[in-house]
């Protein structure tokens, strides 16, 4: 875990992350966007509409940002881990001010539809209708300032800085019908009889219903972070920590490097660490995914968050603050819902030219029933623009994607899977071939003593012992297995009086004035020890993929170890699944190709390379995407970097090593193969996810557009009203969000 950790902390110091509080809608994020990226020094920035985040890349001073978003006509503030809780408090208080001017500005409204089509009150033409119909007309203008006053406040920043949004629709269409209305009320003999019509009820609904949408979709929305919230949650607010010989509890932003913490059954580990005394086991399901608690003893690490389930231990801190794996966990699930797919950026572009569109559309439609509809032209003009103007708002556009991608990148976080790239969500849902590296992907990556055949004057405790004794003085692979069998077995070893490796064979050594050989059948061929029997058992060994070395003393043989790096167990289940997905499973392997047969034919892969050098695995990855396939990689060492990084998503085995994590676009928390069908199936659902609304919000806009714009009244004679297109409006983006948040309840 320490070297997942350790690679994870690469954010970088000139990355910023900042909350932009009025963000409406998916022209918000163009005009901030453009803003930001015009500042010299600024690389990157990713916009999140769904939670109203700024992650900007660069070495900019973060008050030189905040000023650009203010000149763009937004405010925006430093968003912290800190700040999370506070910030959260105030979209709970501005759900409730929403609610409450729902209520409020629905009252009027009612009222308003009452007097209204009731006829309750005189005529306009006489004084006290004026004087009534006055007072109507303050009470909706009440509502527009109370209820819709931001809109207003939006739309007049918008113009300053050249832009246009959704403000810009909402507060034209209510603006006009009001004053429209109230030019009515003061002038009604300036208008027609047949145009003398107010709109009061329609500007107070509209604004109504957009509030209640506004505040639905905001509790809606408030869901899609819940992993950050959960990962958030993990981190304990105090540390018992050793101090002058005595435990105290502090503050967990006090904690120190190499600081002594205890910790206590039942209670969660505070920050990375390793352990100095005692042993306990460790759940760390919420960071890798695993629901099996963790054996730990002295020199294991522990990680921050994780929840320590039986012993009570002492552990070194070895990362504070945020470069515990647990904060940078939380920055790369972050990066990730804040990165844009492709899909994504496809529906930016069609938002940010959607507005102007749209205004554009309105003046069609305005000038069209003016010169060719019929009487009152002035009242169908005025009707079919609002309507055209307030359900063509693209909030569902804008929502469509980042909604879809939080909640998509906190589920695989939830299963042990950190996607670390924005377009890794989208190209793991089209792979096609995943190409899985052998050792320590498939295997466990640590060979072990799988047999033991002594002659029939040894036994398999004395042939372990002696073979133990010489190879403690070898650092090869094979030798640290054989030692590791005998610490596991109780094994005494002893003293040998002299070591000599012989290069590409085994090794000879002395035991008690006996010549003790360890190595394979040439070395014992070239010193005439016959082997008999034991001959039969090698090749049966060997045909199970397991490297076999032969063990004789003074020239007689004494016996055999089998050595193979067990697979996995649950490899060929987790094979299995990605198969089950329609995509084909290749093992690449620098292995002979005998090993590799075994190993492919006990995980049922569909085909295998083996004898590939480490830098040729690259090559093998460019092969198959010639072919025309969309490859994913899976790897864990040194070596599989070149292919992770070449391949279209590169998957890191997360108990791997630093330049192959780094090198990845998705990290697996665990060492399992089901990460990576878990990651395919999320990342599949989340775009079937993203599609379903963009093709939702896409069809409401083409469908209502044209609709609201009259294009049905040559037919039936029917128009939309136009607070039928803001209950829509409002109805569209919770449709969005509601089905985003559907992906909470996914199971891969």
Not at 249 to 255: A, G, R, S, T, W
Not at 286 to 313: A, H, I, R, W
Not at 459 to 487: D, F, G, Q, R
Not at 545 to 564: M, P, R
Request: aromatic share 6%.
């Amino acid at each position: 875990m320490s070297k997942t950790a350790d690679s994870m902390n690469n954010k970088s110091g000139t990355s910023k992350r900042l909350y932009v509080s009025d963000i409406s809608c998916a022209g918000c994020v163009d005009t901030i966007e453009t803003a930001l990226k015009s500042v010299p020094g600024v690389d990157e920035v990713q916009v999140n509409f769904a939670d109203r985040s700024v992650v900007v890349s660069g070495d900019v001073p973060v008050d030189i940002l905040i000023q650009a978003i203010s000149k763009s006509g937004y405010t925006a503030s430093i968003a912290e881990d800190k700040t999370d809780s506070e910030r959260e408090n105030k979209d709970l208080a501005h759900y409730k001010e929403l609610l409450k001017k729902t209520v409020i500005a629905g009252i009027i409204s009612l009222a308003i539809v009452a007097v209204t089509m009731l006829g309750l009150l005189p005529e306009i033409t006489s004084f006290k209708g004026q004087v009534s119909w006055g007072i109507v007309s303050l009470l909706a203008l009440f509502v527009l300032t109370y209820a819709g006053g931001r809109f207003f406040v939006g739309a007049l920043k918008s113009f300053k800085n050249h832009n246009a949004n959704m403000d810009t629709l909402i507060a034209i269409g209510t603006g006009v019908a009001w004053v429209y209305s109230s030019f009515v009320v003061i002038f009604p003999d300036a208008v027609s009889e047949i145009a003398r019509h107010v709109y009061f009820d329609t500007a107070t609904l509209i604004i109504t219903f957009i509030n209640l949408g506004s505040a639905l979709e905001m509790r809606a929305r408030g869901k899609t972070s819940e992993a950050i919230k959960r990962l958030i949650g993990l981190q304990p607010k105090t540390a018992r920590v050793l101090r002058e010989g005595s435990e105290v509890d502090i503050p967990i932003e006090q904690v120190q490097m190499d600081d002594i913490v205890r910790v206590r059954p039942g209670e969660k580990i505070p920050v990375d660490g390793e352990l100095t005394e005692g042993s306990s086991h460790v759940d760390e399901s919420m960071l890798t995914g695993e629901p099996v608690p963790v054996s730990k003893k002295v020199g294991d690490e522990v990680v921050g968050g994780s929840v320590n389930k039986s012993g009570s231990f002492l552990f070194k801190a070895t990362r504070i603050g945020e470069d515990t794996a647990l904060s940078q966990i939380i920055e790369m699930v972050r990066k990730a819902q804040n990165a844009k797919p492709e899909i994504g950026r496809l529906a930016d572009k069609v938002s940010s030219i959607f507005v102007p569109t749209v205004l554009i559309i309105a003046v069609l439609t305005m000038l069209a029933w003016f010169n060719f509809g019929p009487s009152p032209q002035l009242t169908y003009m005025l009707v079919t623009t609002m309507a055209v103007l307030i359900i063509a708002c693209p909030c569902a556009l804008g929502l469509a994607t980042p909604i879809s991608v939080m909640v998509g990148v906190g589920k695989a976080a939830e299963y042990g899977v950190l996607i670390r790239r924005g377009d890794a969500l989208q190209q793991s849902g089209e792979i096609s071939t995943v190409v899985l590296d052998k050792t320590g992907t498939i295997t466990e990556g640590k060979p072990v003593v799988t047999a033991l055949e002594p002659t029939s004057s040894w036994s398999e405790e004395k042939l372990l012992m002696i073979a133990a004794s010489v190879e403690t003085n070898s650092e090869h692979p094979l030798a640290e297995a054989v030692v590791e069998a005998s610490k596991e077995k109780n094994v005494e070893l002893k003293s040998i009086e002299s070591f000599e490796a012989v290069s590409g064979h085994g090794v000879r050594a002395v035991y008690q004035q006996k010549t003790v050989l360890l190595g394979n059948r040439k070395l014992m061929q070239d010193s005439g020890v016959k082997l008999g029997s034991l001959l039969e058992m090698s090749e049966k060994l060997s045909k199970m993929g397991q490297t076999v070395i032969f063990v004789s003393v003074d020239g007689e043989a004494a016996g055999l170890l089998g050595i193979s790096d067990p697979i996995k167990v649950d490899s060929k289940e987790a094979i299995k699944r990605l198969q089950d997905l329609g995509i084909k499973v290749v093992m690449l392997t620098g292995d002979n190709r005998a090993t590799a047969q075994t190993v492919a034919g006990l995980v049922g892969v569909d085909d295998f390379i083996a004898e590939v050098l480490p830098q040729d695995k690259a090559d093998q990855i460019t092969k198959l995407q010639e072919k025309g396939e969309k490859v994913a990689m899976v790897g864990d060492g040194i070596n599989d970097a070149p292919a992770l990084a070449g391949s279209d998503v590169g998957f890191a085995v997360g108990t791997g090593t630093d330049v192959a994590i780094e090198s990845a676009d998705i990290t697996l928390m665990r060492g399992s193969l089901h990460g990576v069908a878990d990651a395919i199936a999320i990342s599949k659902a989340t775009l079937r996810n993203i599609k379903e609304n963009l093709v939702g919000a896409f069809g409401y806009n083409s469908l209502a557009i044209p609709i609201a714009a009259g294009i049905l009244f040559p037919f039936t004679g029917l128009l939309l009203n136009p607070i039928i297109a803001g209950a829509a409006m409002a109805l569209s983006s919770l449709t969005v969000v509601t089905n985003a948040n559907r992906l909470r309840w996914f199971k891969p």
